[in-house]
């Protein structure tokens, strides 16, 4: 589903170069729930970022569902994107000015959908993570578990076949972080591949398979 060969990243400023990846191949298959661990730093955004094909590799080549990416350009690359993949991130990144039914309908604003189906599909969303009775709140009424199943329900409103979360329970405590990964678990055993960034020992368990990298490279 996701398949990345010799992908390096080098970031580049004025005074110094950092490897941030380094010869990284791996597979992730359709239906897999992998986690990706490691210390501060060692590029674990990184990858997500390249596999999410929200930043490029400065070398090596990445496929998505069969497609070599390497050549698109930006328009197909973010066609794909929002075709293919739904992001979570650490701090939910709702937009405080929309409702919580507004935030899941976004994804949906760069298809060529109705409002009234895009109204059903971010109620549809908004059930599966439990929270279709807050749809008219925003997000300042809601506590850091409820925003971050909004934030679940706008990744997954568009029905991608890819979940990409970055730290997902990161700030949340541990009884609301278990009730997401529940959720993601759902997800996954109703189809969805998804990878998550994360520092927990006992979220990564619970996932099928870990990765783990030390200063740049995969270490396992
Ligand atoms: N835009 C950038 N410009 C320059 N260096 C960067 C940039 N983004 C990341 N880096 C560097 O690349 C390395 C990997 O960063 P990355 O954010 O992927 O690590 P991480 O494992 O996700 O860290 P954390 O667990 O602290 O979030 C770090 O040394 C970081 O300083």
Redesign the pocket.
Known sequence: MIRLQNVEKV?R?STIE?L?LNNINLNVKKGEFVSIM?P????????LNIMGLLDEPSKGHIEIDGSKVDRYEDKELAQLRNKKLGFIFQSFHLINDLSVIDNVEIPLLYRSSSARQRRELAQEALEKVGLSNRMKHFPKQLSGGQKQRVAIARAIVGKPEIILADEPTGNLDSAMGNEILSILQKLNEDGATIVM?T?DDAMARRTHRLIR?FD?TQVL
Do not use: F, I
Not at 40 to 47: A, D, E, P, Q
């Open positions: 970031y400023t950092t941030a490691g501060s730093g060692c590029g674990k955004s990184t990858l960034v520092h990298l740049g």
